[in-house]
């Protein structure tokens, strides 16, 4: 079967670091992405891993372990605005469909 | 272009009614999606195109559920005979040839 998870709900503070755990059991494995999404709004691209290590992107970044099924979505500086869901969605295979996780809610205080 | 769209952004309807939403995506995207999502859970595929052809169907679509993309630009997704569980956001997502899907704003439907 196919299955990602992701915890549910964190929180954090203002202008800290916060770490979002993925791990991930697929048939196949042909990528890892990261998406933000507002509530009530579209998911956005944040990230994408194929291959082992660490993408950095301004404040977003994420981690590939592909031998442990593992991802991490770090955010740095945190804002107010970051509160979000972050979903984390793997492509098992080369047809592009992603199977995604139920998403990490993500509470952002003063 | 300003991005994928999809029309009607919200639509209620009574159990057992039709109903067709839209997706237009970005002009030069070949690749097109469509997800349902629920509340505190992450988008749930149904089916995919490449430029016309539909190459992939969610074993969880019903027989009631069918999409089209005719002329490989626009898509339809179609729910005949509504029911009280279809109500969910329904999302449109296009690529081109990346890694990276460009999601609409989502049509709301709600069936009552």
């Known amino acids: 079967g196919q299955n990602i998870d992701q915890p549910t709900e964190m929180t954090a503070t203002e202008g800290a670091i916060v770490q979002i755990n993925c791990t991930y059991q697929?048939?196949?494995?042909?990528?890892l992405f990261w998406y933000q999404q507002h509530a009530g709004e579209a998911p956005t691209f944040l990230s994408y891993n194929v291959l082992d290590g660490l993408e950095e992107k301004g404040r977003f970044s994420s981690f590939l372990s592909r031998s442990k099924g593992y991802s991490y979505l770090l955010l740095k500086e945190l804002q107010m605005k970051d509160s979000a869901s972050y979903l984390c969605?793997?492509?098992?295979?080369?047809?592009?469909?992603?199977?995604w996780g139920a998403g990490t809610k993500l509470i952002i205080k003063p | 272009d300003t991005g994928v769209s999809q029309d009607p952004r919200h639509k209620i309807t009574k159990r057992g009614q039709n109903v067709t939403f839209r997706c237009d995506p970005i002009?030069?995207?070949?690749?097109l999606y469509w997800y349902r999502q629920t509340l505190g859970q992450g988008p749930e595929f149904l089916t995919y195109?490449?430029?016309?052809?539909?190459?992939?169907k969610s074993r969880l679509l019903s027989d009631r559920f069918s999409a089209e993309r005719p002329k490989g630009s626009f898509s339809t997704l179609e729910i005949q005979r509504t029911e009280q569980g279809d109500s969910a956001m329904y999302l449109c997502?296009?690529?081109?040839?990346?890694?990276?899907?460009?999601f609409g704003p989502g049509t709301r439907l709600t069936v009552t």
């Open positions: 697929t048939s196949g494995f042909n990528g």
């Open positions: 997502a296009s690529s081109h040839d990346s890694n990276e899907q460009y």
């Open positions: 002009s030069e995207h070949n690749r």
């Open positions: 969605a793997v492509r098992a295979d080369s047809n592009y469909q992603l199977i």
């Open positions: 195109f490449q430029n016309e052809a539909q190459l992939e």
